[in-house]
């Protein structure tokens, strides 16, 4: 479905592009790339089913909140200028007030029981709170002369008015979302349909007649990722080191899925079968390798109407450019909003020095802690784009552009993992 969606994106993009881009290069050829895609089609879903979802309209209150004149506090409602009159004789209780009643109005000199929620009747201008009072012969007496004009009423709209912008287009629902749908009246809401992708490992050291067996971690980590953007995700994994296997897997995975994602097999070993293999399949180049680390087999390729993200297979460089490509990219498609998911880069000052290359811009994993009101910057231990640990110790990635000398102390920005 993105497949045809992506039909005028693909143009003609062949592999003219050079063989290895600088990174803020295949980020703008990307961007360039997405820009042409048009949204994902809207669908209706019921409000249960819409946590994670993109919201593909404007909610604006067609109900306020709240919806009438309420109480604040579990007491008696009155008039002020009935109850200063009425001094220390106090107002006689003609009547009782619940959260669902619709109260008559107030007789004039009298005051109403009143519970939390229930509906202000018509000429009360105050609530008193119950532990505020004393009843003595059935009337309420204040024990403090607090009262006065709007005491404890919520008013109609406070919250929110009709005609109130709720929740905008783009909006990634969540928990927080969803009690506003629903107080809106909403059993369905339209939101971007969810593109179907495919995960595919690949590597005979996955095999379970490998002699030097490994765990296969990849598909586990990236469908987790990218199920937490809200995309429907299968995990494959060719187990042999086989073309043809490989071949086989690819066409099938490309039949059944909007995009596609490799993890492996890319760069320029025997057994590296997959950009040979997606070729031969007829996906083009939109960037084949970048100038980054980790990260420098990273290829962007398209396969019809459909992309491919190519990702090494060192998990913790695979981890990185699914952060830096593959989530923006899904953002660009499903129209969510880039700061409401996390993707906004925080703010801190650096604790450390680091000299990039002058061709390679470099992410380093960093955490964060607080020094006397500052945000301090910490590199993370990482022994390399293999390292899974260093995942778990950093909330982000520090990048340091080709050629850039960071100095200690220097405030920058860090791209937090989404989680
Ligand atoms: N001669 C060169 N060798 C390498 C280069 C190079 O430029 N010239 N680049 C290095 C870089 S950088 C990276 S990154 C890796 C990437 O290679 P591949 O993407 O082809 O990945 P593999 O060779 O298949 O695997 C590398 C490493 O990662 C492990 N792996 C792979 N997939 C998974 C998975 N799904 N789960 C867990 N672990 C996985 C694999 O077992 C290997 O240990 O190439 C360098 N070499
Ligand atoms: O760039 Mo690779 O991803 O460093 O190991």
């Not at 209780?93 to 009143?114: F, H, K, N, R």
């Not at 925080?346 to 960093?366: H, M, N, Q, R, W």
Request: glycine share 8%; net charge negative.
């Amino acid at each position: 479905m993105v497949g045809s969606l992506l039909a005028s994106a693909v143009s003609e993009q062949k592999c003219t592009v050079p063989e290895m881009v600088a990174y803020d290069e295949a980020q703008a050829l990307l961007a360039a790339c997405t820009q042409n895609i048009p949204l994902l089609a809207p669908e209706f879903v019921s409000i249960s089913q819409a946590c994670g979802r993109v919201l593909a309209e404007d909610i604006r209150a067609e109900v306020p909140r709240p919806e009438a004149d309420i109480s604040a506090m579990d007491g008696y409602a009155f008039r002020c200028a009935d109850m200063e009159k009425a001094g220390d004789i106090g107002l006689p209780l003609s009547g009782q007030i619940v959260a669902g009643d619709t109260p008559p109005p107030l007789e004039q000199g009298v005051a109403y029981s009143i519970l939390t929620g229930a509906r202000i009747p018509a000429g009360a201008d105050c609530v008193v709170a119950q532990e505020r009072t004393s009843i003595m012969n059935g009337h309420v007496h204040l024990l403090e002369q607090n009262a006065r004009n709007g005491l404890n009423i919520r008013r109609s709209g406070e919250e929110f008015c009709k005609g109130d912008m709720l929740l905008g287009r783009g909006q990634r629902l969540d928990w927080r979302h969803l009690p506003l749908l629903a107080h809106q009246g909403k059993e369905q809401v339209a939101v971007y349909k969810r593109p179907k992708i495919c995960v595919v490992a690949n590597g005979a050291e996955f095999g379970a007649t490998a002699t030097d067996c490994r765990t296969e971690l990849n598909t586990q980590l990236l469908a987790t990722m990218l199920q937490n953007e809200g995309v429907l995700v299968t995990r494959c994994v060719c187990r042999s080191d086989s073309e043809e296997d490989l071949h086989k897997l690819l066409h099938q995975c490309a039949q059944e899925a909007d995009i596609l994602i490799t993890t492996g097999g890319i760069s320029v070993g025997q057994t590296d079968h997959v950009l040979p293999v997606l070729s031969q399949m007829g996906a083009t180049c939109l960037f084949r390798r970048v100038k980054m680390r980790p990260g420098k087999p990273m290829t962007v390729m398209q396969l019809g109407q459909k992309m491919v993200f190519c990702l090494p297979g060192n998990p913790g460089a695979a981890a990185i450019c699914a952060q830096l490509f593959v989530v923006p990219f899904l953002h660009g498609l499903t129209g969510a909003k880039q700061g409401e998911n996390a993707s906004k880069p925080i703010e801190g000052k650096s604790s450390f020095s680091y000299v990039a290359a002058t061709d390679t811009t470099c992410f380093l994993p960093v955490h964060f802690t607080e020094n006397r009101g500052e945000n301090l910057i910490n590199l993370v231990r990482s022994v390399g784009a293999s390292d899974i640990l260093c995942l778990t110790r950093a909330s982000g990635l520090l990048k340091v552009s080709a050629g850039q000398s960071l100095q200690d102390g220097d405030v920058c920005e860090v791209i937090p993992f989404t989680v």
